[in-house]
């Protein structure tokens, strides 16, 4: 019989792990000093260079935050009738969060880990629901093609099929294709506010009109802007509603843990009514330890976060929340009136608040982005990178004002040196470090077959081939995919995989 999976077949074929269990513990001293000498080269985002990942209230606030999350720090919302504190902290993050977007008396929701678990929470919900009040067996939701990953996550484990509609050339949903695709099957609309790629607004008011037509779902993906949209709107900025003020929203996801400047492990997902949200939970009755009710998937539920989340935004409240949003969008117009500056580059579409993207002009189309990116990188700057189409991504937050003039002269710099590369430029020290870096951990004959799908890509064959081009020109592909599935394996284990660009070597 052909064996599916490997076993040892002996002890001593087995090689021992490379790291022992602690045999005994580091004093308090020794300890912390060690994990700060593993921060060295961490991004620097105490200083502004995160354009990523880190969302900074300032050092007050934050000590405020950390000590609520400190507080609770061992406290488990896995079963409220003990932590009735954590409860009534959950409840009321929601029912503030219901307050700023306009939700009633029947609006409510869960406190989950962050905003992938908030977008698989909506789209269980939405699958629950069809099946039971519209007797869909095999439920369909229609997303934007720029909506986040976590649609695709969530169809992928709750085996809900997803359909991906085309953007229009300002990247918001194009409502022709979405209204084409509403088939018996679908449950659920998506829209975001904003996308994350190139932060624009969807048409959310159409989509709404669209749901309560065909009397369908409608989440509203709201995990990066829930937090800073309402406020930039109070500061007169034009943004489009998007919230329960349309009748047909019908889910809201929005993370405290981005604009809201708690702790990581905090997003909110709120639901209309409480019927819909039933859908959402889990119960088993007749369990050997008794009846289980879970409203998130998770199990153990961390007290910190939940507690820091509602002390973010009890602390911050609204003046805070203005006082930041105002700074945050300062920064982005001055941070995208220097990028503009410069004949060779353009921001990426009209993004609607504070995160945005730019790539090369027509009078720049030679600028290679992603060496441009490279270049940034090795000056402390971190942030991701877009593929559709190739353009550097920007998240900005308050702590950025402060930083603006630096990462413009770096800019300056690092376009200047880039200029002096073609396009075909293939030679990048960084490129081909990383594509080496990739080789270790391609599948056999991988690279073989890269080289033939890049030839005449702009790929120039690898490695010397540009990462990204020989990436692009993959994308979608189940060979990439194999790749990415080697590289996160390696990523999450004790071998060092060379990530960062440094011009070291
Ligand atoms: C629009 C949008 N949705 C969902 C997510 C997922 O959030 P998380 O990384 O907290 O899971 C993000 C993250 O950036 C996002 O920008």
């Given at each position: 019989m052909k064996e599916l999976v490997t076993y040892p077949r002996k002890k001593s074929s087995m090689k021992k792990n490379t790291i022992s269990f602690p045999k005994a513990g580091l004093d308090k001293e020794t300890l912390l000093q060690k994990m700060t000498e593993r921060r060295a080269n961490d991004t620097h985002w105490q200083t502004g260079k995160a354009f990523a990942l880190v969302y900074h209230p300032g050092k007050e606030r934050s000590e405020a935050i950390k000590a609520a999350y400190d507080m609770f720090f061992s406290e488990n919302a896995l079963n409220p009738t003990a932590f009735p504190s954590l409860r009534q902290f959950e409840a009321e993050v929601i029912a503030m969060t219901a307050d700023l977007f306009h939700g009633d008396e029947n609006t409510c929701g869960s406190l989950s880990s962050g905003g992938t678990e908030s977008i698989l929470l909506a789209v269980k919900t939405a699958r629950e629901w069809g099946k039971k009040k519209m007797k869909i067996a095999h439920p369909e939701i229609l997303i934007p093609e720029t909506a986040h990953p976590a649609f695709y996550k969530a169809g992928y484990y709750f085996g809900v099929k997803v359909t991906k509609i085309p953007v229009r050339e300002d990247f918001r949903v194009d409502m022709e294709a979405m209204k084409a695709a509403v088939s018996e099957n679908t449950v659920l609309l998506v829209g975001s506010?904003?996308?994350?790629?190139?932060g624009v607004i969807d048409p959310i008011s159409e989509l709404s009109d669209l749901a309560v037509e065909k009397g369908l779902l409608l989440h509203v993906d709201a995990c990066i802007g829930g937090f800073m949209t309402p406020f930039a709107k109070k500061l007169g900025w034009p943004i489009p509603d998007w919230d329960f003020s349309l009748p047909g929203v019908t889910s809201i996801s929005a993370d405290v843990h981005k604009y809201g400047y708690a702790a990581k492990g905090a997003s909110t997902i709120l639901y209309r009514n409480h019927e819909l949200r039933k859908h959402q939970f889990y119960v088993i009755t007749d369990w050997s330890g008794g009846i289980y009710g879970s409203p998130t998937m998770l199990g153990t539920r961390p007290g910190g976060a939940i507690a820091a989340a509602w002390a973010a935004l009890m602390t911050i409240g609204e003046a805070g929340y203005l006082e930041m949003a105002a700074r945050t969008l300062k920064a982005t117009q001055m941070l995208q009136e220097g990028i503009a500056a410069h004949p060779e580059l353009k921001i990426i579409g009209q993004p609607d608040v504070s995160l945005f993207a730019f790539g090369n002009s027509e009078e720049g189309k030679n600028i290679d982005i992603y060496a441009l990116a490279d270049e940034l990188s090795k000056m402390g700057w971190s942030f991701d990178r877009n593929a559709v189409p190739i353009s550097i991504h920007i998240t900005v937050n308050q702590i950025h004002l402060e930083v603006v003039s630096d990462f413009l002269a770096d800019l300056k710099t690092a376009l200047d040196k880039v200029k002096k590369f073609r396009l075909s430029h293939v030679t990048s020290k960084v490129q081909i470090k990383a594509v080496k870096g990739l080789q270790k951990i391609l599948p056999e004959g991988a690279l073989a077959k890269i080289q033939s799908a890049t030839a005449g890509k702009g790929g120039g064959g690898a490695p010397k081939a540009a990462m990204y081009g020989m990436m692009g020109a993959l994308a979608g592909t189940g060979d990439l995919h194999t790749m990415v599935l080697n590289f996160l394996d390696k990523l999450n284990g004790l071998e060092k995989v060379e990530i960062k660009a440094s011009e070291s070597d």
């Amino acid at each position: 019989m052909k064996e599916l999976v490997t076993y040892p077949r002996k002890k001593s074929s087995m090689k021992k792990n490379t790291i022992s269990f602690p045999k005994a513990g580091l004093d308090k001293e020794t300890l912390l000093q060690k994990m700060t000498e593993r921060r060295a080269n961490d991004t620097h985002w105490q200083t502004g260079k995160a354009f990523a990942l880190v969302y900074h209230p300032g050092k007050e606030r934050s000590e405020a935050i950390k000590a609520a999350y400190d507080m609770f720090f061992s406290e488990n919302a896995l079963n409220p009738t003990a932590f009735p504190s954590l409860r009534q902290f959950e409840a009321e993050v929601i029912a503030m969060t219901a307050d700023l977007f306009h939700g009633d008396e029947n609006t409510c929701g869960s406190l989950s880990s962050g905003g992938t678990e908030s977008i698989l929470l909506a789209v269980k919900t939405a699958r629950e629901w069809g099946k039971k009040k519209m007797k869909i067996a095999h439920p369909e939701i229609l997303i934007p093609e720029t909506a986040h990953p976590a649609f695709y996550k969530a169809g992928y484990y709750f085996g809900v099929k997803v359909t991906k509609i085309p953007v229009r050339e300002d990247f918001r949903v194009d409502m022709e294709a979405m209204k084409a695709a509403v088939s018996e099957n679908t449950v659920l609309l998506v829209g975001s506010a904003p996308s994350y790629p190139h932060g624009v607004i969807d048409p959310i008011s159409e989509l709404s009109d669209l749901a309560v037509e065909k009397g369908l779902l409608l989440h509203v993906d709201a995990c990066i802007g829930g937090f800073m949209t309402p406020f930039a709107k109070k500061l007169g900025w034009p943004i489009p509603d998007w919230d329960f003020s349309l009748p047909g929203v019908t889910s809201i996801s929005a993370d405290v843990h981005k604009y809201g400047y708690a702790a990581k492990g905090a997003s909110t997902i709120l639901y209309r009514n409480h019927e819909l949200r039933k859908h959402q939970f889990y119960v088993i009755t007749d369990w050997s330890g008794g009846i289980y009710g879970s409203p998130t998937m998770l199990g153990t539920r961390p007290g910190g976060a939940i507690a820091a989340a509602w002390a973010a935004l009890m602390t911050i409240g609204e003046a805070g929340y203005l006082e930041m949003a105002a700074r945050t969008l300062k920064a982005t117009q001055m941070l995208q009136e220097g990028i503009a500056a410069h004949p060779e580059l353009k921001i990426i579409g009209q993004p609607d608040v504070s995160l945005f993207a730019f790539g090369n002009s027509e009078e720049g189309k030679n600028i290679d982005i992603y060496a441009l990116a490279d270049e940034l990188s090795k000056m402390g700057w971190s942030f991701d990178r877009n593929a559709v189409p190739i353009s550097i991504h920007i998240t900005v937050n308050q702590i950025h004002l402060e930083v603006v003039s630096d990462f413009l002269a770096d800019l300056k710099t690092a376009l200047d040196k880039v200029k002096k590369f073609r396009l075909s430029h293939v030679t990048s020290k960084v490129q081909i470090k990383a594509v080496k870096g990739l080789q270790k951990i391609l599948p056999e004959g991988a690279l073989a077959k890269i080289q033939s799908a890049t030839a005449g890509k702009g790929g120039g064959g690898a490695p010397k081939a540009a990462m990204y081009g020989m990436m692009g020109a993959l994308a979608g592909t189940g060979d990439l995919h194999t790749m990415v599935l080697n590289f996160l394996d390696k990523l999450n284990g004790l071998e060092k995989v060379e990530i960062k660009a440094s011009e070291s070597d």
